[in-house]
Each structure stands twice: as C-alpha cells, then as structure tokens.
C-alpha cells in the first residue's frame, strides 16, 4: 500500500512536469499528445511495478489518480477543439490545477515571541512576557475565490485578549482585478500590510511607533471593501488597491468592526510600482479620508497622505515612510497637520551562513492634537532611536537584542532600556 501510494504522488508530479516541459509557444494538440504519451509511459511503469509486488492487488488509489489524469486530458482537449479560438495553456493548466484541489481547504500557519524588557522608566514594567500568539488561517474555496484570516492572543497582566484581526473573502478575476470584503490591515501604510502581527515576519522586535498596534497615530484596520491589482506597466509593474468602508470607531485607534458609529465612509487609494530592474524595491504613496467623532463628541474631517521607498534585499535593507495627518474640527472650524516617519537601515552579514542581519531605525512622530487624544492615552508624540541585531537560529526561528534610547514627551526625560525577544513561526 506504501508503494503504490507513492506510485500517485510521482503520477501526479510526472504529469505536472510533463506539461511544464512542453515550451510554451506549442499549438493545443502538442500539448495535449504529449501529456497522453506521458500517461501512457506511467501506466506502463505502474504494470511493472505491480507485477514485482506478486501478490498486492492493484491499488484503487492508483486506477482513480490513472483515470483522473486521462479523463481530464481528454477534457482539455475536447475543450480545445469546441473553443480553438479561446483556448490556451493557461486554461489547461487551470483546469488541471482545480481537478487535483479539493474545496475548502483549510491551511493554518502559526506565529509567536517570547520577550524580555528591562528599562530605566519609572513605573514601568520589566521582566518576561509571551507576547502575541497569532494564527493565520486560509483556504480557497474555488479556482477564484479564497478565504483568510487571522487571530490573535495578546497575554496581559491578568489574562489574554483575543482579536479577529482579519477576516477576508477574495474573488479573483484576473490580475488585474480583485475584489474582497472584510476586515483588512489598512493599506496606507507598506509596514502595515507588510509584516502584520507575527513579529518573526519583521527584521525588528517592534513596529515603528506611526504605525504601532493600538496607536492612534493611523488607522491601523479597516472593514469594508477592497479592490486591488496589477496596472499594465511593463517592467514598471505598477499595482493598485482602492477601499471603501467604515471610519475609527470610538475610541479612534479601533476600527469599525460592528458598523460605522457616523454613518460617514472612510476611502483609500494606494498606488505603487516595483521595478523589474530592481529587485526587493518598492516606492508608493496612499491617500485615506474618514470623518470620525472623538470622545467630546465632535466630528473631525481626517485626511491621510503618506510615501514610502522600500528596498527588501536584505544586503542592504532598507525601509522609509512618512505621513502627514490633516484633521478639520468641524465644530470648531480648527485645522491641524500632524508629520511622522522612520527610517530603518540592516544588512545581513556574508558570515555565519550568513544569520546575522545588524539594523538601525529612527522614530518620528508629532503629537496630535490634545482633542483628538483619548483621555487616559499618552498621546503620539515619540523621538527615539533603535539599535539591534537579529539572529536566525533556524529558517523559522530567530533571536533579537535591542538597545532603544528615546522620549514621547518633550516634558519628560529620555528613556533607556535593553529588549530581547524570540520569534518563531510553525
């Protein structure tokens, strides 16, 4: 039973290589005579082994994956002939992908940390904690449509608060068009859809402090609608994603998720371009516009505009971001700019087999203004610089020192304080 088990999966692998290896600017029938000689070739090959086994029987999971790929070459080829003007590789290929994938199909992926914290900021705590447990789950439920999501478990002192943080429904049309609804990491900003909340996925123990889970400064989710895609460019490849839905919710640092608490929808456009010629970069701008009601009970007219520039090739590495917060008090007629940005720099070492990726940030964040600020909160304001080391113990696991010097109000002193953290991924 072992044996012929593995006879299916080299079937099925056999059959995909074969129609890999056929060059791409072959007519329908080459494509389809070759995959035909191909199962013929297996056929022949499963007879012997079987006939070396004497006494196994036949397997019933080697006949079927055996009448499954003919039936479905003989699909294609009856597709090719009733539609020769519409038909192409790309279809074929398709169709065979969606005949050996079984809907849904649920896959989960799992991220985690362990910390430790030691500063010199009074009635501050110190010490280990287990930060976020968070679990990635995806499944297609069609050749174009497509389900994902994403929870996490955030210890705190007495016991863990648990987060949908994403829940997406995706149709894919082509790549030039898709269109999803749920409950997104908001696109205006590229750390924040980048790495999202599994720290394993980013160089740094922390996110910068503009786009910091909970913080005021963006909105960090958004529910609603998304459509998004590639933009024909040529080697410019630029891609689009334009939203619609609910605004901040009260208090501002949370989104919509039970409905908009205005009635006012928020809207988004992100536009940027990767270069074939230049691997790993990146340069795009966002814009976002929202009304929302502040605790006072007043409406603010918020309008985001941010850039960033990007270069992921690890050596050198590169990340920058800026935005600029525009809020109108509609009750009182006030105006306010708010900027912020960092700039991150590492490069990961050529020793070691190369585990090693040293890194430098800097933080910049403007206070907001005190209507916009939830009593109790410390506000935006952060200046502050970051040095550290990462540390890939495996492909899936690496271990990170940071040394942070930096103050979040002009009142008070500078803080110092040594972080280090374990991140893996499973």
């Known amino acids: 039973m072992y044996r012929q088990l593995l006879l299916v999966v080299a079937l099925i692998l056999a059959t995909g290589t074969a129609w890999g290896q056929v060059p791409s600017g072959a007519s329908d029938g080459d494509l389809t005579k070759a995959l035909l000689e191909r199962i013929d070739k297996l056929e022949k090959r499963v007879a012997e082994l079987?006939?070396?086994?004497?006494?196994?029987?036949?397997?019933?999971?080697t006949t079927v994956a055996v009448r499954q790929a003919q039936n479905q070459t003989r699909e294609v080829q009856m597709a090719g002939m009733e539609h020769p003007?519409?038909?192409n590789t790309a279809t074929q290929e398709a169709a065979v992908q969606e005949a050996e994938t079984h809907y849904p199909s649920l896959a989960i992926r799992g991220f985690g940390d362990v910390d430790f914290s030691a500063t010199d900021q009074k009635g501050s705590l110190s010490g280990f904690n287990l930060g976020q447990f968070d679990l990635h789950l995806a499944s297609p439920l069609s050749r174009k449509v497509s389900y994902f999501g994403e929870i996490t478990f955030t210890a705190q002192p007495a016991s863990y608060s648990v987060e949908v943080e994403r829940t997406?429904?995706?149709?894919?049309?082509d790549d030039y068009f898709k269109l999803s609804f749920g409950k997104y990491h908001t696109p205006i900003s590229y750390w924040n859809t980048a790495?999202?909340?599994g720290?394993?996925?980013q160089t740094t123990i922390t996110r910068p402090e503009m786009v910091k889970i909970g913080g005021i400064f963006i909105p960090v989710h958004f529910v609603g609608l998304l459509s998004e895609g590639s933009i024909p460019s040529g080697g410019l490849h630029l891609g689009y994603q334009v939203g619609l839905g609910n605004g901040r919710s009260?208090?501002?640092?949370?989104?919509?998720?039970g409905g908009d608490v205005n009635n006012n929808r928020a809207f988004l456009a992100n536009v940027?371009?990767?270069?074939?010629?230049?691997?790993?970069?990146?340069?795009?701008?966002?814009?976002?516009?929202?009304?929302?009601?502040?605790?006072?009970g007043h409406n603010v007219r918020e309008w985001i505009a941010s850039t960033h520039m990007i270069w992921t090739k690890e050596s050198p590495e590169f990340l920058a971001e800026f935005a600029n917060s525009h809020h109108q008090d509609l009750m009182t007629a006030q105006v306010f700019n708010t900027p912020a940005f960092y700039v991150q720099v590492a490069y990961r070492l050529p020793w070691f087999e190369r585990s090693l990726k040293p890194y430098y940030r800097y933080d910049y964040v403007q206070p907001l203004p005190l209507e916009l600020i939830p009593a109790g909160a410390l506000g935006t304001e952060y200046k502050g610089s970051t040095v550290g080391i990462r540390y890939d113990i495996s492909n899936f696991a690496a271990f990170k020192s940071e040394y942070r010097y930096f103050r979040r109000l002009t009142s008070e002193p500078r803080v110092n304080g040594v972080f280090f953290q374990t991140s893996f991924t499973f």
């Open 50 to 61: 079987e006939a070396r086994g004497a006494s196994m029987a036949p397997s019933p999971l």
């Open 85 to 87: 003007q519409t038909s």
């Open 168 to 173: 997406i429904i995706r149709y894919d049309y």
């Open 195 to 197: 790495f999202h909340h």
């Open 199 to 201: 720290t394993w996925l």
């Open 250 to 257: 009260v208090p501002i640092s949370r989104a919509g998720d």
């Open 272 to 296: 940027f371009a990767r270069p074939a010629g230049l691997y790993g970069f990146q340069l795009g701008g966002s814009f976002y516009r929202d009304e929302f009601t502040v605790a006072n």
